[in-house]
């Protein structure tokens, strides 16, 4: 059936105990986290890394996905949505940054959540957010397949075959692709990410910067200013609950901490700074696409909606420039996603809440290949779905849920405040920060559509009862 008591505490003891605690082998270092067996994960990622992979992971649906779906729902105030949404994610960045000090390890939310809340709350938490970040990356790949045909057509290219359209396929595609890449290296990786984050914010610099100009009437033809709230207030929240996906990103930060080189510092900056970088971006792109075309003309462009703005602003040139970002930033976010979702599983493996095997390492390239595997294989099958809208949230509710967690993680750490709790950051103002952030991440699922509400509560109710049968006898060390 299970794993046993004994097998499960012998694993949790080395992944869940933590240097402080006395007579234990393995020591965390700035460089590499090293057990008995040898070093398990070597810090490779700096600082430009980590906000690469929050801002890589964040930029993608924000900016190039959610633009005309956002503002055909909300108007104008779809500005306002993300705005939510970047309150949010700060309100949850500031807590996960404490307990990403005090537990720089792979896994991220699940491994702060057992630790503080228990197996179960934790195997929930983990199981969720493998599968969470797998409709995430999803969404990701699905978007990249449309850009992808955008860029086909204004080639003069075929964008069907046998009357098959390839949006699906260079999906896929590309979804082996990126895992292929993660399984041969996690700096290998990080690098593609710099690189991709660098040309990707250099032309969105540009292209926004010349829209907003335009729109505050520097130059270019002057707008009517449309009614900021046509739909109401209610659209408004409905939107933030849609669009969060677009804020996965810093907690994909925490999820890598066993990779970031001196977590201490890098981690809260990283998680931090990527969600102020990216909610700016964001809000400035509403204002610029709404105040360009109107929220109507959005709404009908769909999902490519961002390139008939840069038509509008730049003509064939920044339709090609737009592209090119758009594929960038698609692939950005869906390769960070990947390396997070191996490293959740790593983590739920090595607590032996699901099989172990899923930890075994690959001992070429030193990455966790078996849970590469699990995370781009589920990815695959979602991507064949192409459903957007739902992929969006059902990824948004099981983060959300995450978040909400952690924050109360938070507040149980610091009211028990056990010896080895020793964080190198400390949220000012706690229990308010944390508090917040978890009815602010547990009340923006309530305006979340019916399926994804469905499908959230689902996968849930199939994690608690996997850990029932499997691992309710794994005991974990360092749980308060």
């Known amino acids: ?88 994610a700060l309100l949850v960045a500031l807590p996960a940054s404490e307990l990403a000090t005090a537990m720089p390890k792979s896994g991220g939310g699940y491994y702060f959540i057992s630790r503080a809340l228990g197996a179960l709350p934790g195997a929930v938490v983990g199981i969720s957010i493998w599968l969470g970040l797998v409709f995430a990356t999803a969404f990701y790949l699905v978007g990249f397949g449309n850009y992808a045909v955008e860029m086909l057509q204004q080639a003069g290219l075929p964008t069907a075959i046998a009357g098959i359209g390839v949006v699906t396929p260079l999906a896929l595609v590309f979804g082996v692709l990126l895992t292929i890449l993660n399984l041969v290296g996690t700096e290998n990786a990080a690098k593609l990410q710099n690189y991709v984050v660098g040309l990707l914010l250099s032309i969105l610099v540009a292209f926004l910067g010349y829209g907003g100009l335009d729109a505050l009437g520097v130059f270019g033809t002057q707008t009517t200013p449309e009614t900021f709230m046509p739909f109401g207030v209610a659209p408004v929240f409905t939107t933030a609950a849609l669009v969060f996906t677009s804020y996965l990103g810093f907690a994909q930060v925490a999820t890598v901490a066993g990779d970031i080189k001196k977590p201490g510092r890098n981690l809260p900056l990283a998680m931090v700074g990527s969600v102020l970088i990216v909610g700016v971006l964001y809000v400035a792109t509403i204002f610029v696409a709404t105040s360009a075309m109107g929220y109507e003309a959005l709404r009908q462009a769909g999902e490519t909606a961002i390139v008939n703005v840069a038509n509008q602003f730049l003509g064939p040139v920044g339709v090609v420039a737009i592209l090119l970002a758009g594929l960038l930033a698609t692939v950005s976010s869906a390769n960070a996603s990947i390396l997070s979702t191996s490293r959740a599983v790593f983590a739920v493996s090595k607590d032996a809440l699901i099989p172990e095997q899923a930890s075994r390492m690959n001992l070429k390239y030193g990455t966790p290949h078996v849970a590469l595997a699990m995370a781009g294989g589920p990815v695959l099958v979602l991507v064949a779905l192409g459903e957007t809208e739902v992929l969006a949230e059902v990824a948004s509710f099981l983060h959300l849920i995450m978040y909400g967690l952690m924050c109360v993680a938070l507040i149980a750490m610091r009211r028990n405040e056990p010896e080895w709790y020793d964080p190198d950051f400390r949220v000012p103002a706690y229990p308010l920060v944390a508090g917040l952030g978890a009815i602010s991440s547990f009340g923006l699922i309530f305006f979340m559509q019916l399926a994804s509400q469905i499908i959230g509560v689902a996968i849930m109710i199939a994690a608690a009862g996997w850990y029932k049968y499997y691992a309710s006898d794994v005991t974990l060390k360092g749980v308060l």
């Open 1 to 88: 059936m299970g794993s046993t008591h004994e097998n499960g505490e012998a694993n949790t003891n080395r992944a869940g105990e933590t240097p402080a605690q006395v007579g234990h082998p393995e020591e965390v270092t700035d460089e590499t986290t090293v057990t008995e067996e040898g070093t398990e994960l070597e810090r490779s990622i700096g600082l430009t890394g980590g906000i690469a992979i929050g801002v890589g992971t964040m930029i993608g649906a924000g900016i190039f996905v959610f633009p005309g779906i956002a503002a055909g729902r909300a108007g104008p105030a779809a500005a306002g949505s993300f705005a939510i949404g970047a309150v949010i």
